[in-house]
């Protein structure tokens, strides 16, 4: 009977998950990407030097607001970055990127780059949004996000009003849903998955109850307690953890990735020249070898370049709301370094490692035979580094997801504060780590598999209310590259809301004195 039951879910979620993902989803995300990217002008690449060295680039100034924040319910721009980043570098960089490449072989590589080139402005202008249309909440908050610029943007359209609040009320659901697959039970498994077979596999301690081991047990209390030490303390917790622990965690897994690289540095040509060839799909080669579909390809690539860094889900535009920042641009440019950390570099290097483990043949783009997507990485770093190669592949999924369940923490609790009031929300931060424990525990990729769904699902309306405020992006960016670049003297535009919009014109134009008078 459960075993039918289960079978009917699964049937039906694949069904809704393929419809979402594949015949709407990509075309929307992509579409979105490309419009925005040809109405801002390619700002991501004009304006390169002007977003590079605002974000990363100013991180290294003495005395900079990126780094540091005074302000309270609002943190630094580099802590919001840092809190987004904890929620997509995660699962997907590693195990997502190999998946990828072994379901629709190299290819797949080209079409993650595709993604996130045009992801970059879509993340960019949920950003810019979410600052123009963010307000704070009872408790001195910034609170931002999808839900507040379909309400307030879309919803401000004529006729439109009714349309908006329900796009942002479906936008919430879906995220506090996700939150618990995704964002939660689908990556403490993970964990737990990982440690039992890299580092754990030689402890037998029994079976607690059914065929959930002691083990698996004992690591998801632990999570649960760490986590609940983190996410109860609130966004200034979890940003200032976040801050410590991203920058750490992504350089060692670069570094790692490099010496991986230099180690076959005599396949760095065949690897990216498969990447390309294959791009658009596998044909048939000597022997009858069954070739990868360029649908295949373009649908894996895409779709795990999504599952990576986030671009057009409407997630990490919560966290990036909360920045002390008062010109939406700049936060918006924070979230074209976003993606590009994310995909074009993490992601990059675990496609280089599995692409030169020899588990994928470069002539053909297919698996070897007994490969087994969900240790391929791990495999690779073990074949340069024996036992300590895969034991560190360990601890990186470990922190890559842990980190991740933190920052989706942030966004459950924000969608939920919108559904149901702050008070509620705390409440759910509360159920959110208790969760934890059920993902520890889970035999099941049902519910990993759901979550999925749901993120398609919230993907939807999001890029509805960015796709229809692209005019208010397009004004709100032109606006700053007027004043900041072309050095025009023209009002800024910086809320939508008349007395924030007073508030931080002042704020801007007292620094831009300060700044001035530094310079003498």
């Given at each position: 009977m459960v075993d039918a039951f289960i079978k009917q879910v699964t049937e039906?979620?694949?069904?809704?998950?393929?419809?979402?993902?594949?015949?709407?989803?990509?075309?929307?995300?992509?579409?979105?990407?490309?419009?925005?990217?040809?109405?801002?002008?390619?700002?991501?690449?004009?304006?390169?030097?002007?977003?590079w060295t605002k974000t990363i680039g100013s991180t290294f100034k003495r005395g900079s607001k990126t780094r540091?924040?005074?302000?309270?319910?609002?943190?630094?721009?580099?802590?919001?970055?840092?809190?987004?980043?904890?929620?997509?570098?995660?699962?997907?960089?590693?195990?997502?990127?190999?998946?990828?490449?072994?379901?629709?072989?190299?290819?797949?590589?080209?079409?993650m780059w595709i993604a996130a080139f045009f992801g970059m402005m879509t993340n960019f202008s949920e950003n810019v949004l979410g600052i123009y249309y963010r307000r704070k909440n009872k408790e001195g908050e910034w609170s931002g996000g999808a839900m507040y610029y379909l309400r307030d943007g879309l919803g401000g359209y004529k006729h439109c009003k009714y349309i908006g609040r329900f796009l942002a009320v479906l936008f919430s659901i879906f995220a506090v849903l996700a939150s618990f697959g995704i964002g939660n039970m689908g990556q403490i498994n993970k964990i737990v998955i990982n440690l039992d077979s890299a580092m754990l596999k030689n402890v037998d301690l029994g079976y607690a109850f059914g065929d959930v081991k002691w083990t698996s047990l004992?690591?998801?209390?632990?999570?649960?307690?760490l986590g609940g030490l983190i996410i109860l303390g609130g966004l200034k917790r979890i940003a200032g953890?976040?801050?410590?622990?991203?920058?750490?965690?992504?350089?060692?897994?670069?570094?790692?990735?490099?010496?991986?690289?230099?180690?076959?540095?005599?396949?760095?040509?065949?690897?990216?020249?498969?990447?390309?060839?294959?791009?658009?799909?596998?044909?048939?080669?000597?022997?009858?070898?069954?070739?990868?579909?360029?649908?295949?390809?373009?649908?894996?690539?895409?779709?795990?370049?999504?599952?990576?860094?986030?671009?057009?889900?409407?997630?990490s535009v919560m966290v990036h709301s909360a920045?002390?920042?008062?010109?939406?641009?700049?936060?918006?440019?924070?979230?074209?370094?976003?993606?590009?950390?994310?995909?074009?570099?993490?992601?990059t290097m675990t496609a280089v490692v599995v692409l030169s483990s020899g588990a994928i043949d470069l002539e053909t783009g297919l698996m070897a035979e007994g490969t087994n997507d969900a240790t391929l990485v791990a495999n690779s770093f073990g074949n340069v580094f024996g036992i300590a190669g895969e034991v560190f592949v360990s601890l990186a999924i470990l922190l890559f997801a842990f980190t991740t369940v933190v920052g989706?923490?942030?966004?459950?609790?924000?969608?939920?504060?919108?559904?149901?009031?702050?008070?509620?929300?705390?409440?759910?931060?509360?159920?959110?780590?208790l969760m934890m424990i059920s993902g520890a525990i889970m035999t099941s990729s049902l519910a990993w598999d759901i979550s999925d769904t749901f993120n398609a699902l919230m993907m939807v309306p999001n890029l509805i209310g960015v796709l229809s405020l692209s005019p208010m992006v397009v004004k709100i960016t032109k606006n700053y590259v007027d004043r900041r670049i072309k050095r025009k003297d023209v009002d800024p535009l910086l809320s939508y809301d008349a007395d924030i919009q007073a508030e931080h014109a002042r704020d801007i134009k007292q620094e831009d004195i300060e700044a001035e008078q530094a310079k003498v």
């Open positions: 039906v979620n694949d069904a809704i998950n393929n419809f979402v993902w594949v015949k709407i989803g990509l075309v929307l995300l992509i579409g979105t990407g490309i419009l925005l990217t040809v109405l801002t002008k390619f700002f991501q690449v004009v304006h390169i030097k002007e977003w540091h924040n005074k302000e309270s319910g609002s943190v630094s721009q580099f802590q919001a970055l840092c809190t987004a980043l904890a929620a997509t570098i995660g699962t997907g960089n590693i195990a997502g990127v190999a998946s990828a490449i072994c379901v629709g072989g190299p290819g797949a590589v080209f079409w004992i690591i998801g209390v632990v999570l649960m307690v953890f976040a801050e410590k622990v991203i920058p750490f965690m992504a350089c060692a897994y670069i570094l790692g990735c490099i010496i991986v690289f230099f180690v076959h540095i005599g396949s760095v040509g065949a690897i990216f020249a498969s990447i390309f060839r294959f791009a658009f799909g596998v044909k048939a080669v000597a022997g009858g070898v069954a070739g990868i579909a360029v649908k295949e390809v373009i649908t894996q690539g895409c779709k795990r370049g999504v599952f990576s860094n986030e671009a057009g889900l409407g997630s920045s002390n920042v008062r010109e939406p641009v700049k936060q918006g440019m924070w979230g074209i370094f976003e993606v590009f950390a994310d995909t074009m570099v993490v992601c989706w923490s942030h966004y459950g609790s924000k969608s939920f504060e919108y559904l149901f009031g702050l008070k509620a929300a705390k409440g759910y931060k509360v159920f959110f780590v």
